[in-house]
């Protein structure tokens, strides 16, 4: 569909799921001028067993791709970054962004294959680009990610400012604050519209600063009678850079463990972003060469991911770390929703196998990526924007966001819960939303992009609660018989011997309704088979009160 | 097996699954009697698909059944009645417990149709009761549900206290609160050992009072413009009274939805826990006829439970209530952990259908059930026992308590950290673990009780992963051919068309594969089925990345 904007005005359209606005990609369109912000992929839930990640469906895009000037980063994070593979084989225009963001990137790229023929053009805090109608100036903020930038987007149509995922941090590592000088000057060109990120918007205060970790982690690690394992997030490469600082203060040995960590320190330490002193870093394979008290190890694992290093550690699995008691485990991040079982199982594991561990909120081992009410209020001051489209977060985020800003003064109608979708129109005038376009979520299981649908997925969760029942059936259609007896397997079902004695009685109580199917519908396949369906369901739930997927196979001779 | 205890020593043996120590199950053993506190269920884990629910292996019950002479019961929350079926099913003993947790026990039982030939016996706090050589005194404690006691448990060999659930609410509703000078008594009888509930050993400080939710929803009810729709536990009767109370106060009626809460306030008003006045309680079917100022619904659904009431309205599937703008709704309750990305689901939503949602901890609309740090700290001062066993936790609360404990002076030798089965054997020497009994979780699934192992999960998750594919060949085992071309089927693999044409290539590969089957192995039917699996499982690795379970069938002619 071609999008219809007055001609002149801007049109700021998030794209992707519906319960997380704005957050994975933000379109941006301006007369004939098209630019995405962000290219992220989500994690599935779990109403979607097997799938790998979720990607904003591109439809629109792909339909208006001439238009497409290029993609622009704001950091290097997955739900930022995630989704660009997918894009870049169906759009391929130039990506902006910042050193460590493309560094993540090209990594990414590669392996998929695609960093060949991909366009990427590094920018810095303080850049403005062109593209088309559009001005695009980066600025500075702090994230739990070095080299985040948010983006101030000029058009004629007037100034919208997308805060990326952003916090202040005055006592930021390697002084990566918000550039607040840069801010407040932005601050005076009339802003139009800000894309505020939302995700602390229920938190009261300001968020804390890196460097309180950083304190707390320096008395832990230096007090620790034994071995260090710390798993943190592995793109929080400023949090690595403390660890890395502390170690060295107290004479250890730094060993990183676990495939993104070892992943992204790699390109962080190439691109200047982590320095390792000499002599500090470990191969794991060394491990067992030095004390356990002159060491500390990095690690994965800190969401209680199933195949991570910590994970396999609290199972007993790990290839090259054993827990011992006596070490010390610090988990320096708070569970993502929905990880809170998978990292409380871990923690007890580590706990059982005699290891101390150190995890939020009961020691200050991890601070939020994301501004907190007060942090918010303070960058709506500095921006001052006429209209707020509260972005990165949930319904349950946008409604406190806009608490905070009626209390601040703007109006219900100055604030823009947008929908995935939704075409907000801004011009010398003023905003509204003014259409939609097609938005929404694809998902992806391996190979495949969009083959895993709700039927699919309704037909694992059925598979996942009560297995399957096959039911093969060979029949004589001349003579409508059967010309052996039923065959039933089951899956998932029970256990060997009760699936067996359950599914005993079966063949006969199939064969005698065909008997009557055969006298009165012949030996229409379709009749067969709803008919075995019906015997076996009624059967089996009689029996266990279960509803297993019944398959009738019927083969014809 | 037969338990050794040595005479004259009292044994305490927590039963159950491994991660929850204590919690569903306990049980005392002295010469020939023996006792069990408590008999309750575990809910499933995300690694149980399709299990409902989760109770404690008593085989080794069974095998001393002739000395097992009853079950006390704590109070009534199923992780400490649930399990009553299954066990009475198989051990008939006399059944002990408070009123109102009789009352809970007694539908449950009608409902299994087990009410008829249950021993129940009331008994009230304060009460001394004598089975074998025990004797048992019932004596108050503050919990979430009313009614609920801790249990003193005497012998010749020593004297051990179990807390049950517990905290203290010096403004408890109706009085509620720990009988203090009850326990100071106790304290004074040299205690041997204490099992205390330690679920909030990691948190700091005291829990707050049931009557700081009063003071919270009596504000929030007594502004709000609308209708108020409030979700708690269904048992938390204190907490309904307390909305009850409040919804007086402001001439609004009240409405009770949710088949568990409508259950629960029911028993409780027959027995005198809840009082509704005369004309304040309507039927779900008249809120129409009502202005929605002039309501509040109490209902079910705080945990994001799927089916349960709250989940449905979010869902705009409820029966009797649409959710509307300017609708309060109040999440009175706190996630059990795995609960949290359900319960977030629900809040998004709600808001998305422009409620208004109140929710902890934003909101102080919920207090703990249970005793925090300094809780634990003063029912320690109060009992002075001399060994510790902390119990309903996990393997971190073990070691908060542990810390916490050995800060107030007791010896690591004298906190004991059980596992499930370990037998802790009490006299008047002293306390030691001698041995282990057999110990562990059944599954129950439907009518089944048992039959879900380890087997049938792990097929369940596989299918539920990346479904099934079903290969179907009829063998001419003579001839060492296939009368007719193999046929494939999928479920839950992808969507129809694409697994379609997925599948097409694969009778062909098969049936190449086959030939050289049919001339090395003839027409061996696990040689076939074996390289059936192997052709369709590479087949679609190749295409699409995914392992769905294969399941290969193989008729002989």
Same mark, same amino acid.
């Given at each position: 569909?071609?999008?219809?904007?007055?001609?002149?005005?801007?049109?700021?359209?998030?794209?992707?799921?519906?319960m997380?606005?704005?957050?994975?990609?933000?379109?941006?369109?301006?007369n004939?001028?098209?630019?995405?912000?962000?290219?992220?992929?989500?994690?599935?839930?779990?109403?979607?067993?097997?799938?790998?990640?979720?990607?904003?469906?591109?439809?629109?895009?792909?339909?208006?791709?001439?238009?497409?000037?290029?993609?622009?980063?704001?950091?290097?994070?997955?739900?930022?970054?995630g989704?660009?593979p997918?894009?870049?084989?169906?759009i391929?225009?130039?990506?902006?962004?910042?050193?460590?963001?493309?560094?993540?990137?090209s990594?990414?790229?590669?392996?998929?294959?695609?960093?060949g023929?991909?366009?990427?053009?590094?920018?810095?805090?303080?850049?403005?680009?062109?593209?088309?109608?559009?001005?695009?100036?980066?600025?500075?903020?702090?994230?739990? /990610? &070095?080299?985040?930038?948010? @983006?101030? +987007?000029? #058009?004629?149509?007037?100034?919208?400012?997308? !805060? =990326?995922?952003?916090?202040?941090?005055?006592?930021?590592?390697?002084g990566?604050?918000?550039?607040l000088?840069?801010?407040?000057?932005?601050?005076?060109?009339?802003v139009?519209?800000?894309?505020?990120?939302?995700?602390?918007?229920?938190?009261?205060g300001?968020?804390?600063?890196?460097?309180?970790?950083?304190?707390s982690?320096?008395?832990?690690?230096?007090?620790?009678?034994?071995r260090v394992?710390?798993?943190?997030?592995?793109?929080?490469?400023?949090?690595?850079?403390?660890?890395v600082?502390?170690?060295e203060?107290?004479?250890?040995r730094?060993?990183?463990?676990?495939?993104?960590?070892?992943?992204?320190?790699?390109?962080a330490?190439?691109?200047?972003?982590?320095?390792?002193?000499?002599?500090?870093?470990?191969?794991?394979a060394?491990?067992?060469? /030095? &004390?356990?008290?002159k060491? @500390?190890? +990095?690690? #994965?694992?800190s969401?209680?991911?199933p195949? !991570? =290093?910590?994970?396999?550690?609290?199972?007993?699995?790990?290839?090259?770390?054993?827990?011992?008691?006596?070490?010390?485990?610090?988990i320096?991040?708070?569970?993502?929703?929905?990880?809170?079982?998978?990292?409380?199982?871990?923690?007890?594991?580590?706990?059982?196998?005699?290891?101390?561990?150190i995890?939020?909120?009961?020691?200050?081992?991890?601070?939020?990526?994301?501004?907190?009410?007060?942090?918010i209020r303070?960058?709506?001051?500095?921006?001052?924007?006429?209209?707020?489209?509260?972005?990165?977060?949930?319904?349950?985020?946008?409604?406190?966001?806009?608490?905070?800003?009626?209390?601040?003064?703007?109006?219900?109608?100055?604030?823009f819960?947008?929908?995935?979708?939704?075409v907000?129109?801004?011009?010398?005038?003023?905003?509204?939303?003014?259409?939609?376009?097609?938005?929404?979520?694809?998902?992806?299981d391996?190979?495949?992009?969009?083959?895993?649908?709700?039927?699919?997925?309704r037909?694992?969760?059925?598979?996942?609660?009560?297995?399957?029942?096959?039911?093969?059936l060979?029949?004589d259609?001349?003579?409508?018989?059967?010309?052996?007896?039923?065959?039933?397997?089951?899956?998932g079902?029970?256990?060997?011997?009760?699936?067996?004695?359950?599914?005993e009685?079966?063949?006969?109580?199939i064969?005698?309704?065909?008997?009557?199917?055969?006298?009165?519908?012949?030996?229409?396949?379709?009749?067969?088979?709803?008919?075995?369906?019906?015997?076996?369901?009624?059967?089996?739930?009689?029996?266990?009160?279960?509803?297993?997927l019944?398959?009738?196979?019927?083969?014809?001779?």
């Amino acid at each position: 569909m071609t999008l219809s904007v007055k001609p002149d005005s801007l049109a700021v359209i998030p794209l992707g799921g519906v319960m997380e606005i704005g957050k994975n990609m933000t379109c941006y369109a301006y007369n004939d001028s098209m630019i995405i912000v962000d290219c992220g992929l989500k994690f599935p839930s779990e109403e979607m067993p097997g799938v790998d990640i979720v990607i904003p469906d591109i439809a629109f895009l792909e339909e208006n791709k001439d238009k497409l000037l290029g993609v622009f980063l704001t950091h290097g994070h997955e739900d930022h970054i995630g989704a660009l593979p997918y894009f870049l084989r169906k759009i391929n225009v130039p990506v902006y962004g910042t050193r460590l963001t493309l560094g993540f990137v090209s990594n990414k790229l590669e392996e998929h294959r695609l960093l060949g023929n991909a366009a990427l053009y590094e920018v810095a805090a303080g850049d403005v680009l062109e593209a088309g109608d559009f001005e695009i100036e980066y600025f500075q903020v702090a994230h739990s /990610i &070095p080299d985040t930038c948010g @983006v101030v +987007i000029r #058009t004629p149509a007037g100034t919208v400012v997308q !805060s =990326a995922d952003f916090k202040f941090d005055a006592h930021a590592v390697n002084g990566y604050n918000v550039d607040l000088t840069r801010l407040a000057e932005i601050g005076k060109e009339n802003v139009a519209a800000f894309l505020c990120d939302t995700t602390n918007a229920e938190k009261p205060g300001h968020t804390g600063s890196e460097k309180e970790v950083g304190e707390s982690l320096d008395k832990i690690i230096g007090e620790a009678g034994s071995r260090v394992i710390l798993a943190a997030f592995a793109s929080n490469i400023h949090r690595v850079q403390q660890v890395v600082d502390i170690a060295e203060k107290y004479g250890r040995r730094v060993a990183i463990v676990g495939r993104s960590m070892i992943e992204n320190c790699r390109i962080a330490q190439i691109l200047g972003y982590l320095a390792i002193p000499e002599g500090v870093q470990i191969d794991p394979a060394d491990l067992d060469a /030095i &004390p356990p008290e002159k060491t @500390v190890i +990095i690690t #994965t694992g800190s969401q209680g991911e199933p195949l !991570s =290093a910590l994970t396999q550690m609290a199972a007993e699995e790990h290839r090259y770390v054993d827990i011992i008691p006596g070490d010390t485990v610090i988990i320096s991040a708070t569970p993502i929703p929905g990880n809170e079982a998978a990292i409380i199982n871990t923690i007890n594991r580590l706990f059982a196998l005699g290891a101390d561990v150190i995890y939020p909120p009961i020691h200050t081992v991890h601070v939020s990526g994301h501004a907190n009410r007060e942090d918010i209020r303070m960058m709506l001051s500095l921006l001052k924007p006429r209209y707020l489209v509260p972005v990165h977060g949930e319904p349950r985020h946008f409604h406190h966001f806009r608490d905070l800003a009626e209390g601040m003064g703007w109006k219900e109608e100055e604030i823009f819960g947008l929908s995935a979708g939704d075409v907000l129109e801004i011009n010398e005038t003023g905003a509204s939303v003014t259409g939609r376009v097609p938005s929404g979520s694809v998902l992806v299981d391996g190979l495949g992009v969009g083959d895993v649908e709700d039927v699919v997925l309704r037909d694992r969760f059925h598979l996942s609660t009560d297995g399957v029942i096959i039911a093969v059936l060979n029949v004589d259609i001349k003579n409508r018989r059967l010309t052996q007896p039923p065959e039933i397997f089951s899956r998932g079902v029970a256990g060997e011997d009760i699936a067996e004695s359950l599914l005993e009685p079966l063949p006969e109580k199939i064969d005698e309704r065909l008997q009557v199917v055969f006298t009165d519908n012949g030996s229409n396949p379709e009749a067969i088979k709803s008919a075995v369906k019906r015997v076996v369901s009624r059967h089996v739930y009689d029996k266990t009160h279960r509803h297993p997927l019944i398959i009738p196979i019927v083969t014809e001779f």
